[in-house]
């Protein structure tokens, strides 16, 4: 079945520590996302990557990086966790000539 | 800044009773806009959307509404139901090549039975 996976569900973390969340698509979508969701304050874009090879800064890019090696992954990483990354961070596609993204169930990240 | 924003936090209504979610864009350029559901512990899902353009599209029992000389977007459900139980966002694209989008905070609906 197409869709958009990401591992993990969830995750406790210790400040300080690494982590890298994973997203897969088997959509064929150019576009990728990185949103996290936080009470009050909506979904907020983290980087993107318009195609293979390329990536962006979104609204809320300190502390994440992405890489984008391929049409069907696209990773991010915390480099060292801080607690105010606590959040749920959703994995999204696109496809650019309609510009409609399409959601992942979501990873539930708690930095303690 | 331009933002997306939305008129009711919360709404409210009786199983069967038609729906109303509103949301006020202010971004002229945006030329793209779309409706998201999301339940508890999901991610959201997409339920319709529009083109500056066009005025009205219709789903199945969904229509969403748009008013760009007063920059005013709605989601119209009809006979709701307690699956339709979610927060919905609305989200705009202002264009370009860089398919971002800019999300409503979310109006919560809650269907009585």
């Known amino acids: 079945i197409a869709g958009i996976t990401q591992a993990p569900t969830s995750q406790i973390l210790a400040a300080g520590r690494r982590m890298t969340l994973r997203c897969t698509q088997d959509m064929r979508h150019n576009a990728m996302y990185w949103y996290r969701q936080d009470l009050g304050l909506g979904l907020r874009l983290i980087h993107y990557?318009?195609?293979?090879?390329?990536?962006g800064k979104g609204e809320v890019p300190d502390g994440y990086s992405v890489s984008r090696a391929n049409t069907d992954d696209f990773p991010l990483t915390l480099a060292s966790a801080v607690p105010s990354q606590t959040s749920v961070y959703f994995c999204a596609t696109g496809q650019g000539h309609t510009d409609t993204q399409y959601f992942g169930p979501g990873t539930r990240l708690t930095v303690l | 800044g331009e933002s997306v924003g939305l008129h009711l936090p919360t709404l409210s209504v009786q199983e069967g009773d038609n729906s109303i979610i509103n949301c006020a864009y202010s971004n002229s350029a945006s030329d793209y806009f779309i409706w998201y559901k999301q339940e508890s512990g999901k991610g959201p899902q997409f339920i319709i959307d529009?083109?500056?353009?066009?005025d009205k599209r219709q789903g199945q029992r969904v229509t969403v509404l748009l008013n760009k000389t007063v920059k005013h977007l709605s989601l119209q459900i009809a006979a709701t139901q307690p699956g339709d139980s979610a927060v919905y966002f609305c989200?705009?694209?202002?264009?370009?090549?860089?398919?971002?989008?800019?999300f409503g905070k979310g109006t919560l609906l809650t269907v009585n039975p």
């Open positions: 990557s318009n195609t293979a090879g390329t990536t």
């Open positions: 529009i083109r500056s353009n066009m």
């Open positions: 989200a705009e694209n202002s264009g370009g090549s860089n398919y971002k989008l800019t």
